[in-house]
């Protein structure tokens, strides 16, 4: 079966890493959250991954520190976690490259376009860590940023709900799934799925997002593949 998508960028959330934890690294989530990524690669499909740091730091809920330091730290927790992901990925025998937007040489190469998409044409996965190493941008807008800079057929957000929902549904047992809305229905409705930054992103530069479920870490798998699951925002 051939995959729907040549090439994806999949946002991971931080806290998804940590599993039941909570904080930190669940290495046993990491490994089945690779071997989906690896069967992906596997399949053809080139990769880029960006990845939260909410399960280290999250700047926004740190009290009284200046903001432009607190994004810096959270900056830092996304590499953590970047090279946490390349580990596994590498004793899964795939070929991975980490870059990130500030510059940390002996840690990761910088982020660099065209490096990346050469990266990619070659099997290898490439891991953005760092944001889009400016303050005041989620990971969210990294990721959407991304998208649109390496040309990916479809930006997959991978989180812990199945969906976009009309409202909170671990709050309100009637809360309704979307199959399908525009990002200006995101926009509008102020649905929480992501910043407006990033949904404005997406809108403006016609880049398609699927939201789905990763606690099962094959759902990724079964998205490249075209399965129905989630929710896709496309403004047309």
Sequence with gaps: ?????????????????????????????????CKSIKKCAEAGVQLGIVVGGGNFWRGRSSGGMDRTRADHMGMLATTINALAIADVLESLQMKVRVQTAITMQQVAEPYIRNKALAHMSKGRIV???????????????????RAVEIEADMFFKATMVDGV?????????????????????????ELGVMDSTAATMCRDNDMSMLVFDLSRPDNILDAVMGEKIGTIVKEK
């Design 165 to 189: 929902y009309n409202k909170d549904p671990h709050k309100f047992p009637d809360a309704v799934k979307y199959e399908q809305l525009t990002f200006s229905d995101v926009l509008n409705g």
């Design 127 to 145: 891991i953005f860590g760092c944001g889009t190493g400016n303050p005041f941008f989620s990971t969210d807008t990294a990721a959407a940023l």
């Design 1 to 33: 079966m051939e995959p729907k998508y040549k090439r994806i960028l999949l946002k991971l959330s931080g806290e998804a890493l940590a599993g039941e934890k909570k904080f930190g690294l669940d290495y046993d989530v990491i490994t089945e959250i």
